[in-house]
């Protein structure tokens, strides 16, 4: 497995990949309305653009024989209202292909989220993760993330509940 950054030329890539492993993880726990509103909302080529080219959003991405099977989306944007410290990084998104889950991949992606926000002077990685998604809560809390508060995602016009957790380095 390779791990290397997203450049410009992953827009579209990343569009399709972050679309499909979040329709994927989010579907079935979702109506079809409110997941294609998010969707949309976040996954467009242009969108992607935007981000790929913001320097405080670096997406770290998962190949295995040059093919992408996951990737993270990492927020150095200090200004966010769930921000807890000011030296923390969000781990905004991490996200793999179904096949690949539980081989590895998250494992991969989190010590390379580790390593970058170190290599970038953060002091803690926080993220949101959805109260109705206990795998992932499993997985963060075995990296050693705690809960430290709460906040609102809008997943379309559904108000849902987010735990934060934390992580200090």
Same mark, same amino acid.
């Not at 539980?102 to 580790?114: F, I, W, Y």
């Given at each position: 497995?390779?791990?290397?950054? /997203?450049?410009?030329?992953?827009?579209?890539?990343?569009?399709?990949?972050? #679309?499909? +492993?979040?329709?994927?993880?989010?579907?079935?726990?979702? +109506? %079809?309305?409110?997941?294609?509103?998010?969707?949309?909302?976040?996954?467009?080529?242009?969108?992607?653009? +935007?981000?790929?080219?913001?320097?405080?959003? $670096?997406?770290?991405?998962?190949?295995?024989?040059?093919?992408?099977?996951?990737?993270?989306?990492?927020?150095?944007?200090?200004? &966010?209202?769930?921000?807890?410290?000011?030296?923390?990084?969000?781990?905004?998104?991490?996200? #793999?292909?179904?096949?690949?889950?539980?081989?590895? $991949?998250?494992?991969?992606?989190?010590?390379?989220?580790?390593?970058?926000?170190?290599?970038?002077?953060?002091?803690?990685?926080?993220? /949101? $993760?959805?109260?109705?998604? %206990?795998?992932?809560?499993?997985?963060?809390?075995?990296?050693?993330?705690?809960? $430290? /508060? +709460? &906040?609102?995602?809008?997943?379309?016009?559904? %108000?849902?509940?987010?735990?934060?957790?934390?992580?200090?380095?």
């Amino acid at each position: 497995m390779n791990i290397r950054y /997203g450049i410009i030329d992953d827009a579209k890539m990343l569009s399709e990949l972050g #679309a499909k +492993t979040f329709y994927d993880s989010f579907a079935r726990d979702n +109506t %079809p309305e409110n997941i294609a509103i998010y969707l949309k909302k976040s996954f467009s080529i242009d969108i992607q653009k +935007t981000e790929l080219s913001n320097p405080e959003i $670096v997406f770290l991405i998962a190949e295995m024989e040059g093919i992408p099977i996951g990737y993270v989306k990492l927020n150095l944007n200090h200004d &966010h209202d769930s921000q807890i410290d000011p030296k923390a990084m969000e781990l905004e998104r991490i996200y #793999a292909e179904q096949e690949y889950i539980g081989k590895g $991949v998250g494992k991969e992606l989190m010590q390379a989220c580790r390593n970058e926000a170190k290599q970038r002077g953060c002091d803690r990685i926080w993220l /949101g $993760v959805w109260e109705k998604n %206990p795998r992932a809560i499993g997985f963060y809390k075995k990296w050693g993330f705690k809960e $430290v /508060g +709460t &906040h609102l995602f809008m997943l379309g016009n559904d %108000p849902q509940k987010d735990f934060i957790l934390e992580l200090e380095l």
